[in-house]
Each structure stands twice: as structure tokens, then as C-alpha cells.
């Protein structure tokens, strides 16, 4: 995945339409958790198993699908209008997850999570 290049493809898209005057980072942040309570909607009754893509209709997983994506549109545009970098930030993340959850205390340990 380019995220500059999907960055800038979001950007362009919300210009176009002149919605950069409701993209601030406040109400993107707001779309961003609205996307993912309607996510959280298609998983929120069924069970573990349930869950798992072989035990989803064909209707659960676009859905589940089309929530992801407008997810990530959401976190990409905010993270663009806040100027920052987030193969830079993933990376950095993942060092201090690392660094927290170490392999000896977080294995097989689903509390230290």
C-alpha cells in the first residue's frame, strides 16, 4: 500500500467536493470512531468462532469489507491534515510495543495485553 499516494488520491477527492472545510481534525477523528462502531456492529453478537471469516455470509464480510476501508480513508486523512508520517509512526509504534510486550512477560498471556 502507497499511503502517500492513497493520501493524496483522499485529498484530491475531498477538494474537489470542497469538504475540506468539514475535514478538521476533530470531525475526522468523530467519522473515524463512527466508522468503527459500525464495524464493531457487525461482529457484536456473534460468537468467537462466529466471527471468523469462514463462518461470515458473503453480506458480513463486505460489510465488514466497506467498514474497514472507510476506516482507513478516515485515519489517513486525519493523519494527513495533522502532518504526520505514519510509516514513520507504525514503525515507531511497533518498537514500543516491543519494547513493553516483551516475548517472556506477553507470551500466552492475554492479561498483559
Do not use: C
Request: glycine share 6%; charged share 30%.
Amino acid at each position: 500500500m502507497n499511503i502517500g499516494k492513497i493520501q493524496l488520491q483522499l485529498a484530491a477527492f475531498a477538494k474537489e467536493r470542497d469538504w475540506d472545510q468539514f475535514h478538521s481534525p476533530k470531525n475526522l477523528s468523530m467519522a473515524l470512531a463512527g466508522e468503527s462502531g459500525e464495524l464493531l456492529e457487525i461482529f457484536q453478537w456473534l460468537t468467537q468462532g462466529g466471527s471468523e471469516r469462514s463462518a461470515l455470509s458473503e453480506e458480513q464480510l463486505q460489510s465488514a469489507t466497506d467498514e474497514l476501508a472507510d476506516i482507513l480513508i478516515y485515519a489517513l486523512r486525519l493523519a494527513d491534515r495533522l502532518d504526520i508520517n505514519l510509516e514513520t509512526a507504525i514503525v515507531e509504534k511497533i518498537k514500543k510495543n516491543a519494547a513493553r510486550y516483551t516475548i517472556e512477560v506477553a507470551r500466552g498471556n492475554a492479561e498483559k495485553r
